[in-house]
């Protein structure tokens, strides 16, 4: 074999390695797959004392991986902002981060058919903030929202409706603390966020934060999201998950999550 034939085939060999995406091991059979999810959302997603990537998310992953052999999850650590983004480009196999579904993401995406978290979302407010319970008496206030999110596409959606008197749009990229002191302070006056999430606010910031109103859209659990070509991979997760949901593992494993969160918190 001449020096050229073995320099074309050492070529494709490293850049066969370093394609994104599932990469196979030819020893083991085994598949790994790269989950992108934050360390910035507890109880889902935060990082313990130590610097590990612990919360819900992880635990049900972990649970989802160990009835999968054919698979090795992998976690990557971005910002919020970037982790769809990836998804997009090919760098990740699944975005793990309490996403919900919406038109303009189905375009892009392939969604898992079975959720695996459900919680509704509200306008938050101080707690001493009276007359606001609905967009309609935002319009002309300062609402915050992460960027690229299920619920800056909500307040979008209806800024678009109402033109003539919109509600002005903070979005905020970086940790919930900036969120909670511009709340705090008025430079928003509301938020959106989930009854766990002012939970947990209120117990590890000591605020007092309260839901107003109705809730905002439908009660739906949360998806993991794909690559569009993933049905494979997103069939042996929907059928976990299913597994975990009749067996009351993911209950046990959603409680046990937010029980050890709040019980580090206080101690």
């Known amino acids: 074999m001449n020096k050229r034939v073995v320099f074309i085939i050492l070529v ?24 992108g999810t934050s360390n910035d ?46 998804l997009e480009a090919g760098r990740l ?11 303009e993401r189905q375009q892009k995406y392939l969604f898992s058919e079975e959720g695996y978290l459900a919680d509704h979302s509200y306008i938050v407010v101080p707690g001493t903030v009276e007359g606001i319970s609905s967009f309609d008496d935002l319009r002309g206030k300062t609402i915050s929202v992460p960027p690229a999110s299920g619920w800056a ?9 109402h033109t003539d008197n919109p509600i002005i749009i903070n979005y905020y990229e970086s940790t919930p603390d900036v969120l909670i002191t511009n709340l705090l302070t008025g430079v928003v006056d509301a938020t959106l966020l989930t009854e766990s999430d002012v939970k947990l606010a209120n117990t590890f910031w000591g605020t007092s934060f309260k839901t107003v109103g109705e809730p905002i859209g ?38 046990k999550a937010v029980d050890d969160f709040f019980a580090n918190a206080a101690g």
């Open 153 to 161: 596409y909500t307040v979008e959606s209806y800024n678009a409706e």
């Open 93 to 103: 196999d699944i975005a793990a981060h309490n996403y919900g579904i919406n038109e």
């Open 218 to 255: 439908n009660l739906e659990e949360a998806r993991y999201v794909y690559q569009k070509n993933a049905v494979e991979l997103q069939k042996a997760v929907d059928q976990v998950l299913r597994e975990l949901k009749a067996s009351g593992e993911l209950e046990a494993i959603t409680k």
């Open 41 to 86: 959302y507890p109880p889902l997603c935060y990082l313990d004392a130590d610097g590990n990537l612990v919360g819900f998310e992880k635990d049900l992953l972990d649970a989802i991986d160990e009835k999968l052999p054919q698979y090795r999850f992998k976690y990557e650590v971005l910002e919020f902002k970037n982790i769809l983004a990836s």
């Open 12 to 35: 494709a060999v490293i850049a066969g390695s370093l394609l994104p995406g599932c990469k196979k091991s030819e020893e083991s059979g085994i598949q790994t797959i790269v989950v």
